[in-house]
């Protein structure tokens, strides 16, 4: 099971040997940083093996950190404990993430009850489902200290990341936002620079729903209540990540990968609710009419994001629990944290990706692509220029749409070994015939793109071609050991003496 608060899951992180303490003073300004980036990459804690989807990568992470003592405030700091497969494995409760795939496929193609006793036994499922949706319950540990007057963002220990970083940035909070039209909740997780002990920027980019919602404020002409939330159930985390389609809350999911619907309580000073059971949580309002220079910040692109305007956050209340922990990350050039929030993400979402794209067999968004730079598929071809329609489908499939670089293989290929998928661009790739390039709207994080969330992309057919795909000469067959000699092999192995 996941755990209902931040303090349990650090408990069972240090149980299971996964969780390292540091008690000498350090300096949230770098300091932290530098170490949590040597951590994450180094060799992974415990001795659990990498998942086959990730041979190549998946050994490392290091442990999660918790600082004691760290200098200018008195609340303890964690870092990196979602940074490695088994901690996020531990965090969403389950044995391996094709688990939690399996469990939304079915949730996805359910069997469609057709007697009356079917129905009666697909009662408890339905009644599951209604059971994720989030509970507003009276009290909760977030709010055992409320400050309102007195309180002060730099009493947390917020962490400058990098050198060239403007400030000091609150990186692993969940951005609690509503919809006031609709009143549909929102949980992003956005960066949040500091500028004043009750004052910060907001940085959504305008792809995400927490802009869409700041947009629909501003029509009206109204301020924006807004929540950041750190801590709560251990899956929250991954919720606020999560790239869900706009209207499909993150709360629901949370709820569903927690077993049970997410416990909110209403804020104290903003008309919205929060996790009960959430570490800290700092109210405020948005004032749409009100921006401020925000960034550089060392972005996961592994470049500085530039500078820009941004909506200011004015703070009305920081809430919290009596001896709270403040969670955080860094992002950076990868692995980082954020690279197994992602393969999660890549592993969960293959059912729902096969419902819109049923071509695609897997995919795998590598570490060096930083998310949207490149993404392989693998396909069963069955038709010409099938690649191309698989490229524009995942142009066109939520968030993949930002990816730089589609590459697309065959089905014997594996996605998750870069070596096996370069080879077949080599091999198999003409440049002038198998290359589509197209315009589309690009991760703003894309410094090389020549306008801010537009440019070219790129798709690489890497199939064997075949008639009607352009001019295409014999093609010869890829050389594979016959599997009798294989096996034959794999049984005379301790004999060779090799
Ligand atoms: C560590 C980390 C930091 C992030 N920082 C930002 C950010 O500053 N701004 C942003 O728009 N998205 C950021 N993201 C990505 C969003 O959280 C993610 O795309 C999410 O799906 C957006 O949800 P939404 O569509 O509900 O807004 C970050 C993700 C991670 C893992
Ligand atoms: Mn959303």
Redesign the pocket.
């Known amino acids: 099971m996941p755990f209902s608060d931040l303090r349990s899951f650090v408990e069972e992180l240090d149980r299971r040997g996964q969780l390292r303490r540091v008690t000498v003073p350090v300096d949230p300004i770098l300091e932290i940083a530098e170490i949590a980036d040597r951590v994450s990459k180094s060799q992974a804690a415990g001795n659990a093996p990498p998942p086959p989807t990730d041979p190549v990568h998946g050994g490392r992470g290091g442990s999660a950190l918790l600082f004691d003592n760290v200098k200018g405030s008195n609340i303890p700091l964690a870092i990196n404990l979602y940074g490695s497969y088994e901690r996020m494995r531990i965090a969403l409760g389950c044995e391996t993430f094709e688990t939690l795939a399996d469990r939304i496929e079915a949730l996805l193609r359910p069997e469609l009850p057709t007697t009356l006793m079917d129905k009666i036994r697909k009662l408890p499922d339905l009644a599951r489902l209604a059971g994720f949706a989030p509970k507003v319950v009276r009290n909760g540990i977030c709010q055992q200290v409320v400050r309102t007057d007195d309180a002060n963002l730099f009493d947390l220990p917020v962490i400058q990341c990098w050198p060239g970083d403007a400030g000091r940035y609150i990186?692993?909070a969940g951005i609690y936002t509503k919809d006031p039209d609709s009143g549909d909740r929102?949980?992003?997780?956005?960066?949040v620079q500091l500028f004043e002990p009750r004052m910060t920027a907001m940085?959504?980019?305008m792809?995400?729903?927490?802009?869409?919602h700041h947009r629909r404020y501003a029509a009206r002409g109204e301020k924006m209540p807004l929540a950041i939330v750190l801590g709560g159930n251990s899956v929250l985390p991954y919720a606020?990540?999560?790239?869900?389609p706009?209207d499909v809350s993150?709360l629901l999911l949370a709820g569903f990968l927690n077993g049970t619907g997410i416990e909110l309580v209403p804020c104290r000073t903003i008309p919205l609710e929060v996790p009960a059971n959430a570490e800290i949580v700092i109210e405020g309002y948005v004032d749409p009419k009100e921006k401020i220079r925000e960034g550089p910040?060392g972005d996961?692109t592994g470049f500085y994001s530039l500078a820009d305007d941004y909506p200011v956050f004015r703070v009305t209340a920081i809430t919290h629990r009596r001896d709270p922990i403040y969670p955080t990350?860094i992002?950076g050039k990868p692995p980082q944290?954020?690279y197994y929030?992602?393969k999660a993400t890549e592993r969960i979402f293959l059912p729902l990706l096969r419902t819109l794209i049923p071509d695609v067999i897997d995919y795998s968004l590598p570490m060096f692509g930083a998310f949207h730079n490149c993404v392989f598929v693998k396909l069963r071809k069955e038709y010409p220029l099938q690649a191309r329609k698989v490229m524009s489908a995942i142009w066109g499939a939520g968030?993949m749409a930002f990816a730089k670089l589609i590459i697309v293989v065959d089905e014997h290929v594996n996605v998750h070994d870069e070596q096996d998928v370069l080879f077949h661009v080599g091999a198999n790739w003409d440049p002038r015939r198998d290359t589509m390039i197209v315009d589309g709207p690009m991760d703003i994080l894309d410094h090389a793109a020549p306008f801010c969330g537009a440019g070219g992309k790129m798709g690489i057919d890497a199939t064997r071609k075949i008639p009607g795909e352009g001019v295409v000469r014999e093609w010869p067959d890829e050389i594979e050991m016959s599997p009798q000699i294989k096996a034959l092999v794999d049984g005379r192995w301790k004999e060779y003496g090799l």
Do not use: K, S
């Open positions: 990186t692993f929102n949980v992003g997780m956005y960066r940085h959504w980019h792809h995400h729903d927490g802009a869409r606020a990540t999560c790239p869900l706009p993150e910040f996961h990350t992002v944290e954020d929030l992602g968030q």
